[in-house]
């Protein structure tokens, strides 16, 4: 690599529909990388042939390039990175489009990668909750992470609760470990909707909660529903409006669960699910609530808590490690199995906002994003000097 020429970065495309916020990380780290290390990386971001519409935004980033590989349709390459050590075909389309570096997300290119290879491990789930998880997922994830570490690749993290947790269930490893806080910094054309428009477009009251989290089990809806059924009981008042993907390949049939008990308790106009909806809608929504709700039972640094404070939205959280350390204890918090405390927090917010509302960044948004984009460089730097020893 040369002084002064940008480093070419691989990424590999994360589909929304599987993982929305994977695509909302990566969408938020080009944005920040080209506002605020332009000329110093070129993102290249690999993807399978299909026909992928949440590719377009991305493409639209400054300086990200997209390439279209069978080498990258769905696990291709995976047993011949795990057998022979190198996935060849996509370490060949690597070479054909001078790649520097490589930035790993839930998936290995071998342990004789010729790149510099920077792995990203969102969070622990898998091993703070695996009854979540079917057996052979679990393994396969875990032998995933294994394979990382044992190949030597230098290991992003995104908190310190995720940091403490890698050091307790890897003691042995010897990686280069780098904690990068992302900050998002969305692209002007997903701030383009008008809220007051998008309200109205899915007949939300004005004074609405949300909660855009994808219907995987440990995203814990259900305690929003039974709140909601005791804030009905108490004679309160409060909506939340749900979006996200519905599919959820671990445990079939939660999302139907989940809207069954919302059914079974009366409770059709206080819970809407909107569905899977676009990215400037989800943005629309968010400006325009009463408050952010995550519920979730594990997080390693939660996308929608960090969309909420780039616009100063209230939020009512679970009470995890990560949760406070990502809000520096601002928020409000619940126990995941605490309806009743959640009940309090939906009717203290909602009795003491204002409606209607549309938020714009918070002061200091723009240093929050730079620092990401700051940090994730260094790593990615420090990964090629330790490749090159």
């Not at 994977?22 to 042939?49: C, D, H, I, M, W």
């Not at 203290?348 to 714009?360: D, F, K, L, T, Y």
Request: charged share 20%.
């Amino acid at each position: 690599m040369n002084p002064g020429v940008p480093v070419r970065l691989a990424f590999t495309h994360i589909p929304r529909r599987v993982w929305a916020g994977g695509y909302n990380y990566q969408s938020n780290l080009f944005a920040a990388l080209s506002k605020f290390r332009l000329g110093e990386f070129t993102p290249v971001l690999f993807a399978g042939t299909g026909d992928e519409a949440d590719l377009a935004p991305l493409a639209a980033i400054p300086g990200v390039e997209v390439v279209r590989s069978a080498a990258f349709e769905g696990r291709a390459g995976l047993a011949a990175a795990l057998a022979l050590g190198l996935d060849r075909e996509a370490a060949a389309e690597f070479r054909t489009h001078r790649i520097d570096a490589v930035f790993e997300s839930a998936r290995f290119f071998g342990w004789r990668l010729p790149y510099p290879a920077v792995a990203w491990f969102p969070d622990f789930q898998h091993r703070r909750l695996p009854q979540l998880f079917p057996a052979t997922a679990r393994w396969r994830r875990e032998a995933g992470f294994r394979i990382q570490i044992a190949s030597g690749r230098t290991v992003m993290l995104s908190s310190e609760s995720s940091h403490r947790d890698f050091r307790k269930f890897y003691p042995g490893a010897k990686n280069e470990v780098c904690v990068v806080r992302f900050a998002t910094g969305p692209s002007p054309a997903f701030l383009n909707a008008s809220p007051a428009e998008i309200v109205a477009q899915y007949q939300l009251p004005e004074k609405y909660f949300y909660l855009p989290n994808q219907f995987y089990t440990h995203k814990n809806h259900q305690v929003v529903v039974d709140a909601l059924a005791i804030v009905a009981e108490r004679g309160g008042e409060a909506v939340v409006c749900a979006s996200g993907s519905t599919e959820e390949r671990r445990e079939r049939g939660y999302f139907d669960e989940v809207m069954e008990r919302v059914r079974n308790r009366g409770l059709e106009r206080r819970f809407r699910h909107l569905g899977m909806i676009p990215i400037s809608h989800v943005y629309a929504l968010l400006r325009a609530c009463t408050g952010l709700i995550n519920p979730s039972r594990s997080e390693g640094w939660s996308t929608t808590v960090e969309e909420a404070k780039s616009f100063g939205v209230p939020m009512i959280l679970s009470d995890l490690d990560v949760h406070r350390e990502q809000t520096g204890g601002t928020a409000s918090y619940f126990g995941a199995d605490d309806p009743a405390t959640l009940a309090d927090h939906l009717m203290r917010v909602a009795q003491g906002s204002e409606a209607p509302v549309v938020r714009s960044f918070v002061p200091g948004h723009d240093d929050r994003v730079a620092a990401f984009a700051t940090n994730f460089a260094e790593t990615v730097r420090h990964a090629i000097r330790t490749f090159a020893r």
